[in-house]
């Protein structure tokens, strides 16, 4: 079992917030008000179930706050304990309040892809009534957490190396062999990480057999493992906060010719996929080395998804890599690359790892081996 109680790790959220800080103020406002529970994770530490965070544009960390209600006074003085809390059930109405009554014409971002349409309308009603501006921004906090520090990137290696683990544990064992079904082999490998510490499943477990495995994003059900049949098993689990990802296809029995054809096409695609990831290329791009394998290979309309997309705070975040993606590869991001082939009614293929970008190349956080393996 490995064991993140004994973790402890430095990070500095006022850092966090003075990077948002200075990123909102280049947008001509204030304050922000973050209400996205994530979001107010990375900026606070805090973890409860309702909460927002005002924090000021300029240099002074001190002035920033917190508001939740008071389930959560005692969490909220441990977790957050660096920013003042003030308790109330509507935290984004409070902390407009404190903006307002600390400067008279705030001028006040909040989170335009977070905030409902009827909240924004009570919003902007209280700031009529004490003199504010609102201006919705949107993904201020998703492009900061793009790049991960190194507290990040430990956590998210820990929750690969849970993952590695986990499916080790069930190879060694022969858990994954004919005559059980999806389900079991999924069930087993969910409690097999909680066993070694993780605090949940990053996704539901998919584990795809015979011609199920064609399915991109099949949830396990009662289908019996039968000998010849590929085996796709895609998972992973969270450690303190932070998501694993990762996808291993196998065959039960010796392997047909067409089965290990769209094995090694996807697989030489996936190897083109990482080589791709270098600092400052083109997401697109990324995504284009790796289609262009299976493409020219003939099952181009057969890989049915975008390359990869970042892991941290949830499973899927920013950036994604996809043919239609914009934008480059920054320096420290945390990405899947995960290409595939799919041939309905016979069965798919797909290889995928957690990688950290850095100027040295990227480095798999996930390290079983991606070869054909018999079981």
Same mark, same amino acid.
């Given at each position: 079992m490995f064991n993140n109680a004994d973790m402890h790790f430095s990070t500095n959220h006022g850092d966090r917030r003075a990077r948002l800080a200075a990123e909102i103020e280049a947008s001509?406002?204030?304050?922000?008000?973050?209400?996205?529970?994530?979001?107010?994770?990375?900026?606070?530490?805090?973890?409860?179930?309702?909460?927002?965070?005002?924090?000021?544009?300029?240099?002074?960390?001190?002035?920033d706050r917190i508001s939740t209600d008071g389930r959560y006074i005692t969490q909220v003085g441990e977790q957050a304990a660096d920013l003042r809390a003030e308790i109330n059930r509507d935290c984004p109405s409070a902390l407009l309040r404190v903006a307002a009554a600390e400067r008279p014409g705030v001028r006040v971002a909040i989170e335009g892809h977070v905030v409902t349409v009827s909240d924004y309308s009570r919003l902007a009603e209280l700031a009529a009534e004490v003199g504010a501006a609102l201006t919705p921004v949107t993904d201020a906090v998703e492009r900061l957490r793009i790049v991960k520090d190194a507290d990040e990137v430990d956590l998210i290696t820990s929750?690969?190396?849970?993952?590695?683990?986990?499916?080790? %544990?069930?190879?060694?064992?022969?858990?994954?062999?004919?005559?059980?079904?999806?389900?079991?082999? %999924?069930?087993?490998?969910?409690?097999?990480?909680? %066993?070694?510490? /993780?605090?949940?499943? /990053?996704?539901?477990?998919?584990?795809?057999?015979? %011609?199920?495995? /064609?399915?991109?994003?099949?949830?396990?059900?009662?289908?019996v493992l039968r000998a010849g049949d590929l085996v796709k098993i895609d998972f992973g689990c969270?450690?303190?906060?932070?998501?694993?990802?990762?996808?291993?296809?196998?065959?039960?029995?010796?392997?047909? /010719?067409?089965?290990?054809?769209?094995?090694?096409?996807?697989?030489?695609?996936?190897?083109a996929g990482r080589d791709a990831l270098t600092v400052g290329a083109e997401l697109a791009d990324i995504d284009a080395a790796a289609r262009r394998i299976i493409t020219d290979a003939g099952y181009g309309e057969y890989y049915v998804h975008g390359l990869g997309?970042?892991?941290?705070?949830?499973?899927?975040?920013?950036?994604?890599?996809?043919?239609?993606?914009?934008?480059?590869?920054?320096?420290?991001?945390?990405?899947?690359?995960?290409?595939?082939?799919y041939l309905p009614g016979r069965g798919g293929v797909r290889i995928e790892d957690t990688l950290v970008v850095t100027d040295a190349g990227p480095t798999s956080l996930t390290t079983t081996s991606r070869a054909l393996r018999v079981l």
């Open positions: 001509d406002v204030d304050a922000i008000i973050v209400s996205d529970l994530t979001n107010l994770r990375y900026l606070t530490g805090f973890t409860g179930s309702n909460g927002a965070a005002l924090v000021w544009a300029g240099s002074d960390r001190d002035r929750a690969c190396r849970v993952g590695d683990a986990a499916l080790a %544990a069930l190879i060694d064992r022969g858990a994954i062999t004919p005559g059980r079904t999806e389900r079991q082999v %999924a069930r087993e490998l969910e409690w097999e990480m909680f %066993a070694l510490g /993780a605090d949940a499943i /990053a996704f539901e477990t998919i584990v795809a057999t015979g %011609a199920m495995s /064609a399915i991109p994003h099949h949830r396990p059900m009662d289908v969270v450690w303190s906060g932070y998501h694993s990802d990762m996808t291993r296809t196998f065959v039960l029995g010796e392997p047909q /010719a067409w089965q290990t054809e769209i094995f090694d096409i996807v697989l030489t695609a996936q190897q997309h970042g892991v941290g705070l949830q499973i899927h975040e920013a950036p994604g890599i996809g043919a239609a993606a914009s934008g480059t590869l920054p320096d420290g991001a945390t990405v899947t690359v995960e290409p595939g082939i």
